[in-house]
């Protein structure tokens, strides 16, 4: 066995006095009102729309800037019968975008095409070539993109001169200019603070709420029958899988979205869900490592359009066909990816010093950059330094995808490095590049010493968060139903974790699965049983131990009990 490096524990700060009275009003245990202060959730109003989301909080649609003229060049299109295609992208959030635009402005009898670019062929967003591409074969008299288009100045004029007007509904940080379309409906551009933390698909359900209600207002034919509120399971699937965070609107979504992904009516999502294996109540742990996964393989490694017809399609074999081909997708990206990280971490290995390599660039030919963003995570994780991983393609272009740790915008340091960029785009923990075979051995310097001068002297260990420390025995069933109110979790609203000082192992640890270690937990007059996933080579000391946990139920053969999820674990201080 090994000794893992050690993590700083950080417990979160809180107010004792607040954590008391709102225990009080909510009638919930105080670590997890305790949980609610340290969120900044510090009175029973706020409690109560966070832990009761409701619809009818969502604010209006045409609050978003742009959303009067998008749906009045969308209602004039719809009137005069035009075709339109939705430009949308191939991830989750583009493509449950470009599904719910479809579904929508197809019931209202719109002539609408979806249209989805290759990563691989095309790129990310709405470019020139591909969206003459997109003109070529469809010939559209309005686009309305989805989940892209903010920065596309040269491809809005492109169509504009062909007398085609763009839609852009978008989440995106704007880089430069913006571009011209007669509608930019991007909360980012300009909007207040709740809103830009929208999906790509909070933004086309916005946009179709909006559609909506000018077509109730104005008594369009067929508009009474269509209940918005009966696709929130596309609308959950992409907010979840685009690790937006699960904060305002965006937990009102995913709340109610989750609750309709559980008794859903799209023919495509219950055959991905059987052949997946989801079973028992779907929450956000499924969105985010079963069905998202699955449905961003396919724009990943082969093309996103299998991902967009299985949501789409009424017809149930045709159905189960699709989510097969996207779960063996999956499958070849996992073997793609374990490869690259393998190759990549040999690369790393072979010079990595930890105090002089501070900023880590990687890149081989062939690399398949479908996969590189994930690659890159994985080695951040490892290394706990920002990384970008570099695949190379046959005209020595090559294409990175960026990780970072907290405490370094790494979209700050790659716009120091732009003079040996293509170009860039992205955001403070992850982002984008392209550039020249020949420029990365300059790149890679000059990325290593902006990042030593930002992270050196800094403790660049892994952080383990501790929401709050319990006893054991308050590990019990009521915790576990009042820690269920505050689903769903997701990014800033990470499932809580709980710590317990000195606790002993009873019995021997054994290893289950491949790497994972079991265990059996007692402590304050009970026991409880604890799984730590990826632990089974590491050494569990001798005596007491504090150990950091996720209150979990566990479904085994019919029967849920309660299980600790360890995170870490340490001697007892």
């Known amino acids: ?4 490096p050690s993590k ?17 009003e909510l009638a919930i245990p105080q670590p997890l009102a305790a949980l609610l202060a340290s969120r900044g959730v510090t009175d029973a109003g706020l409690a109560d729309k966070f832990l009761n989301p409701r619809l009818g909080d969502m604010s209006d649609p045409f609050l978003l800037p742009g959303m009067t003229a998008a749906v009045d060049r969308i209602a004039e299109a719809l009137k005069s019968n035009e075709p339109i295609v939705i430009y949308g992208d191939y991830d989750v959030d583009g493509v449950t975008s470009t599904a719910l635009m479809v579904t929508i402005l197809s019931r209202l009898g719109a002539l609408v095409t979806p249209f989805l670019p290759n990563r691989m062929e095309d790129g990310y967003g709405l470019s020139e070539a591909t969206l003459q591409r997109c003109i070529d074969q469809y ?16 491809a809005v004029q492109k169509a504009a001169a062909q007398g085609i007007d763009v839609v852009v509904t978008d989440h995106h940080e704007p880089s430069g200019a913006v571009a011209p379309a007669v509608a930019m409906v991007n909360p980012k551009v300009s909007g207040d603070a709740s809103s830009q933390m929208l999906a790509g698909v909070g933004v086309a359900f916005k946009l179709c709420h909006a559609i909506l209600k000018r077509g109730r207002d104005e008594k369009w034919p067929g508009v009474e029958a269509i209940d918005l509120k009966e696709h929130l399971d596309y609308v959950a699937l992409g907010t979840i899988a685009d690790i937006v965070p699960l904060l305002s609107e965006n937990r009102i979504l995913a709340r109610y979205g989750l609750g ?41 490694i082969r093309d996103a359009q299998s991902a967009l017809e299985l949501l789409l399609t009424d017809h149930p074999q045709r159905a189960r066909n699709l989510a097969m081909q996207l779960d063996a997708a999956n499958r ?11 190759e990549a971490s040999d690369l790393i290995d072979a010079y990595y010093q930890a105090d002089v390599h501070y900023g880590l660039v990687v890149a081989r030919k062939e690399w398949h950059t479908g996969v590189i963003g994930i690659v890159a995570s994985r080695l951040t994780a490892r290394y706990r330094r920002p990384t970008i991983v570099i695949g190379i393609d046959e005209d020595g272009v090559g294409r990175g995808s960026c990780r970072s740790i907290e ?8 716009e120091a490095c732009s003079d040996l960029l293509l170009k860039y785009g992205g955001h403070a923990m992850a982002a984008g590049l392209e550039l020249k075979e020949e420029s990365i051995p300059a790149f890679t310097e000059r990325f290593n ?30 915790f576990m139903e009042s820690q269920d109110r505050f689903k769903p979790f997701g990014h800033l609203h990470p499932m809580p974790v709980w710590a317990v000082r000195g606790v002993r192992i009873e019995g021997m640890p054994h290893v289950v699965g491949k790497h994972h270690l079991k265990l059996s937990i007692s402590g304050h007059g009970v026991q409880r049983e604890a799984i730590a996933f990826n632990m089974g080579a590491r050494t569990v000391p001798e005596g007491p131990l504090d150990i950091a946990f996720c209150l979990q139920r566990n479904s085994y053969m019919g029967r849920d009990t309660l299980q600790l999820n360890i995170q870490d674990f340490r001697r007892s201080e």
């Not at 008299?141 to 100045?153: A, E, F, H, P």
């Not at 009516?265 to 069905?291: C, N, P, Q, R």
């Not at 990042?451 to 025995?473: C, H, N």
């Open 1 to 4: 066995m090994t000794v893992a």
């Open 8 to 24: 700083i524990w950080k417990t979160a700060a809180g107010d004792r006095d607040c954590a008391i009275r709102l225990a009080a």
């Open 139 to 154: 010939h559209p008299r309005l686009i309305v993109t989805v989940d892209c288009g903010t920065g596309s100045v040269e």
């Open 260 to 300: 309709l992904l559980n008794r859903t009516h799209s023919i495509g999502l219950k055959s991905l869900m059987e052949v997946a294996g989801v079973s028992g109540v779907v929450d956000s742990y499924h969105v985010g490592f079963v069905l998202g996964p699955r449905i961003n393989a396919a724009g990943r």
């Open 332 to 342: 070849d990206r996992q073997a793609i990816e374990a490869k690259i990280v393998k």
């Open 407 to 414: 405490g370094f915008d790494v979209l700050q340091h790659l």
């Open 449 to 478: 010493s902006l990042a030593a001068a930002t992270l050196k002297g800094y403790d660049l260990r892994a952080v383990q968060p501790v929401d709050a420390w319990i006893q054991l025995s308050e590990a019990n069933e009521y």
